[in-house]
């Protein structure tokens, strides 16, 4: 543990987190500060990219190509294949960097992670730029996706330097303390559907913490982790303490879980695979002195209910936002709204009149556009195949099509009707279709909500207290929103986690997360 007058000296010094600010791209200065990211980043399409494992590059011949989902035919970036050699090399550089990073003053952590931050700020709309072309976000998504990311690195460089100042009671005759020691070598396996975001917050908790890992990115999104690594190499991120892995997730990803020199997993993605993780984890190699940890976030089937007490302006806004934001490819994503039958008909005609004026379909480099295309072809034949199961289950009343244009385009679809064990009312199609659910009354709504394997995010719009009293007991998520979309956590205010085969409520962005990368030792001294 450092002085704690040095740690408090750093921290007033900083002064208190704020969420960073979205930018307001209606103001022409910030649209024209885009365009220009826009342009910048085009002029930058197709450079190969390698590996980096103990601060040495590794240039493959064996490559893969990111894309445009928008245009197919574009490639983003050209990215060495890693393979288990590669994968066991990044292990031994991450074990051989912990014996230095782990004993570096948390101060000096902290430093180097906050001006990370500085600099991922002052390229926003570059980091920005590269998500509208490499996952098809639109200007606000990827804004508010480069906005998460600078807040997890301020908000996690402050929260280490409060762990060092965390004081346990004294006994007469001893000097005690309770110290949070870093676990060793981490796999950072992030997903692509918010490729800066938790691909920092992940990476970035663990490394502050002390620890060392190997940051495995997600094949359709390497890009933006690349430009990340990046920015922690040019903050003063000593060689070794992230090692940079690109590759096929079964090769690569099953190397680093398995290893006996991993002491843990930070993992977002499907419940298929965080399964899988949790699985493998649990199974003791030979030299392996510790039990892994696994910290996962598998995603949702979230809903939106609405009573009949409910704003129905806002609430169709609020199950639009949340069903169809990112083309609803979120854990997060309100993929079912329930309704109560007194105001089921009258919520319905809203959302589809809402619907028709603001999903608009098409190039997310164009502002104007609100949903653009999924991330590949693959999700796009998954989510048609649902629609499919959708309309043998409910009504179509809005989109489900796929448009004939370049890109993996799909209208959004919204079925009523649904019936609550329905098949796209159960799993998580991470697509843009919504499931709309008539409930009896409030309780019934709440019930349904509760009625699948997950338990991430939901949101309860009504009225009356004693209602939002009994949902704040009973419906049955890690994040509940009243009054409001199911969407848009803010670091430091929503910790963010969920329950059930969502995962293992990690609360990314709150005051307990850095404690899963840490190990606490009590120490008792005696005096005289």
Known sequence: MQDKQTVQAMLAQIGEFKNEPLTNFVQPDNAAAFEAALAKVRGEFGQKHPL???????????????????????????????????????????????????????????????????????????????????????????????????????YYARQILKLELVEVYQTPGERDTLDYLPLGVGAVIPPWNFPAAITVGMSSGAIVAGNTIVLKPASDAPKIAWEY????????????????????????GETLVDHPQTRFIAFTGSREVGVRIHERAAKL?????????????????????VDETADLDAAATGILVSAFGFQGQKCSAGSRAIIVADVYDALLEKIVAQA???????????????????ISQKQQRTVLNYIEIGKGEGRLVYGGKALERDGYFIEPAI??????????????????????????????????????????TGAYYSAIPERIAFARREFHVGNLYINRKCTGALVGIHPFGGFNMSGTDSKAGGPDYLLLFTQAKSIGEKLG
């Open 285 to 305: 190699q030979p030299g392996q002195h510790w039990l892994k940890r696994t910290i996962l976030e598998m995603g949702g089937k979230d809903a939106v209910v």
């Open 356 to 374: 028709r004026r603001m999903l608009v379909v098409g190039d997310p480099e164009k502002r104007e556009n609100y949903t653009g295309p999924v």
């Open 415 to 456: 079925f009523v009707d649904v019936p609550p064990d329905a098949r796209i009312a159960q799993e998580e199609i991470f697509g843009p279709v919504l499931a709309i659910i008539k409930a009896d009354d409030w309780k019934h709504a709440i019930a349904i909500a509760n009625g699948t394997e997950y338990g991430l």
């Open 52 to 154: 980096v494992i103990g601060g040495k590059e590794l240039w493959l011949d064996d490559t893969f190509d990111s894309i445009n989902p928008a245009h197919p035919d574009q490639v983003v970036g050209v990215f060495s294949k890693a393979g288990k050699a590669h994968a066991e090399q990044a292990i031994e550089a991450a074990a051989a960097a912990f014996e230095t990073w782990s004993r570096t003053p948390a101060t000096a952590r902290a430093a180097i992670i906050l001006k990370a931050a500085a600099l991922m700020r002052a390229r926003k709309h570059e980091c920005s730029a590269w998500m509208v072309y490499e996952e098809g976000k639109n200007w606000l998504e990827a804004d508010a996706d480069t906005a998460e990311a600078i807040d997890f690195l301020e």
């Open 229 to 252: 690594f990046r920015i922690l190499r040019e903050a003063g991120l000593p060689d070794g303490v992230c090692n940079y892995l690109t590759g096929p997730g079964a090769l690569a």
